[in-house]
């Protein structure tokens, strides 16, 4: 298996040195755990908890509450176990996952996985949520005028990981299908380096096949919906 280097998360997200990409994404987080209404006793669960910033925010700003991150690449579960203290599970393995959460939050995840390990994360997510639990799902609006803007900057930048022609970027902005390249970033686990070519539409009628979707939130700007969203969010229960 080829090795690969995850840089910091927080310098790519919520500590860019780009003034909206740093809102953008800690708007992001703000908007989650409006979403996820933790309340005191609640167990969380963070699938796909990158450096584990969101468990940090809920951890500062609730008391009695049990907070699990699940963060299956060894590089930024290392990055989350530095970052939060010890009162938060950090785990690799979905088999340490312990009982069932009433609060479950998967951001920023699902838009990096091919379909196996998309149906995985599915399964395993409904098998540790209780039956009344709130989920929260997020993926990034990669399709029309967001999608657009940031493929333009992303081939002006010329970002190695997002190899793609002009005519691939006016594709996604009317969002025609691209091929997509994985790559096995841990044992079992293919892993979709770029956003590109993915259309959070499609992954709307995945999502529906699983979950009851009773709520859809576009980030930072809800009025225009996916006209100006960046992320859409999906609040979920179990059918």
Known sequence: MKK???PNYNTLTYNSPLPIQRWAHNKRFEEAIKMLDVKSGDRVLDYGCGD????????EKYR??????????PEMAAQALQRVN???HIVSNPASLKGR?????CLETCEHLPEAELQELFSTIKQKATQSATIVFSV?????LPGGIKNVYRKLRGHKKDKMSWMDVLKTIFGVKLDRSSHEIAVGLDYYYSHVGFN????????????????VVFSP?????????NTVFFVCKLK
């Open 221 to 229: 700007f809800n009025f225009l919906k996916s006209l100006m969203g």
């Open 200 to 215: 959070h539409r499609l992954f709307e009628q995945v999502l529906k096949s699983h979950f009851q979707i009773i709520k």
């Open 101 to 105: 959460f009433n609060k479950i939050a």
């Open 140 to 144: 990034p609006v990669e399709t029309g």
């Open 86 to 88: 010890s009162s938060i």
């Open 64 to 73: 009695d509450v049990t907070l699990t991150g699940y963060e299956p690449v």
């Open 52 to 59: 584990g910033r969101l468990l940090e925010l809920i951890n």
């Open 4 to 6: 690969h280097h995850f």
